[in-house]
């Protein structure tokens, strides 16, 4: 690559120049207010970490396990649709920077290239996001499919049960291609918990997951139906508006699931301290929307491993400053409740991007 990134700062900076205003708008914007994707930034900035003192750090493992897969720090890169709008390989450049870092990554129903030619990309396991685009028998097809190219596991978003009111996509009239033609987008507002059900056998032994998971009830009814995984997620503020943020839902999920099932959560993870809260809260690994969006802008496939190795820095010497050697070690003791010092918005984790519109 020919800039080596030393900061997301300039990651997030290089991807502004590179894209459109419209794709920027795309990557970057959410629903209505945007008070959700707000939200979730604040819920994280209303965290403080409480650093433990002379302890030898002097080796640290970041990695964790997940499935019983391995992660190199506890991220994946979340489902993310249009994908050949940022970077021309599409969904490949995904899956090849991350086989390259040594962590997971979701496909999206509504990505390029096809499933198929993405899971055959790399061997690393992966997961296949699921969205309705048809009737009963087009989503057994695309399980089917889903299965026969190898994923490693299935994911139902379910917050989804009609687009967002993306209002930076309505004034300039620009949709990604998985929007602008899309007919048979009302089987999705028929999903119901025995239709999931019916998904989830479809799968056979395939772990099966459900994001958009924002409430204690829901998780404790996922449980029941044998969910393997509470994806806690409000899709990054892009569908409903005004809810919590998902690190203010945490608590009551991992409290209601009673590792009956695995959590993992998104929604404004950018830094290695945010990682660092979601797990100290009970969260398994997070998933990294906008980050690797912004990433892929940047560089492409080169410019998503150096975001990760970006990150897994941070992890790392957070972890160091806070007298933690491995994951396993971090837990809500090292948490408290603090105020957040500055406004909370899109950008709001990198506060050096003076000469960035945010619009
Ligand atoms: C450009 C973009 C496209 C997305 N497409 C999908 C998608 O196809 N399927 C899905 O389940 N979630 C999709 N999401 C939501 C992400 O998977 C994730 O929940 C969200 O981005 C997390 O918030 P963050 O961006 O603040 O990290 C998309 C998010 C973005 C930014």
């Not at 979730?40 to 650093?51: I, K, S």
């Not at 962590?103 to 996001?129: C, G, R, W, Y």
């Not at 998904?199 to 032994?205: C, E, I, L, Q, V």
Request: charged letters at 20%; aromatic letters at 6%; proline letters at 4%.
């Amino acid at each position: 690559m020919s800039v080596q990134f030393q900061t997301t700062h300039e990651i997030i900076a290089t991807a502004r120049k590179n894209v459109s205003q419209n794709v920027w708008n795309y990557i970057t914007g959410a629903a209505e207010t945007e008070t959700t994707l707000r939200r979730n930034r604040h819920a994280l900035d209303c965290l403080a970490l409480r650093p433990r003192i002379l302890r030898d750090v002097s080796e640290i493992d970041a990695s964790t396990s997940f499935l019983g897969h391995k992660l190199r720090i506890p991220a994946m890169v979340a489902p993310v649709g249009s994908l050949q709008t940022i970077t021309p390989e599409g969904g490949i450049a995904v899956a090849k920077a991350v086989a390259e870092f040594g962590i997971m990554n979701f496909i999206s129903t509504v990505t390029e290239p096809s499933l198929e030619e993405i899971a055959a990309s790399t061997d690393h396991p992966k997961f296949f996001q699921i969205y309705i685009r048809g009737d009963k028998q087009w989503v057994d097809d695309l399980i089917d499919r889903a299965v026969g190219a190898g994923y490693a596991g299935l994911c139902l978003t379910v917050d989804s049960a009609y687009y967002g009111r993306r209002e930076r996509q309505l004034i300039s009239g620009w949709l990604p291609p998985s929007i602008r033609s899309n007919p048979k987008r009302v089987h999705q507002t028929k999903l119901t918990w025995k239709w999931m059900s019916e998904m989830k056998a479809r799968g056979g032994d395939l772990p099966f997951m459900l994001k958009g998971v924002q409430t204690a009830e829901d998780a404790a009814i996922a449980v029941e139906h044998g969910v393997d995984v509470i994806y806690v997620s409000n899709h990054g503020g892009r569908q409903m508006d005004h809810v919590s943020g998902t690190m203010a839902m945490l608590p009551e999920i991992v409290n209601a699931v009673d590792g009956a099932a695995e959590v993992i959560i998104d929604g404004g993870f950018m830094r290695g301290t945010d990682v660092l809260k979601a797990i100290a809260l009970g969260a398994r690994a997070v998933g990294l929307g906008r980050f690797h969006a912004w990433a892929l802008a940047a560089g492409g496939q080169e410019g998503l491993v150096r975001a990760l190795e970006i990150l897994e820095a941070e992890i790392k010497n957070s972890m160091g400053l806070i007298g933690l050697t491995s994951i396993d070690q971090i837990d809500k003791s090292y948490i408290a409740a603090a105020p957040a010092v500055s406004d909370a918005h899109e950008l709001g984790a990198f506060p050096f991007l003076p000469d960035i519109p945010r619009v």
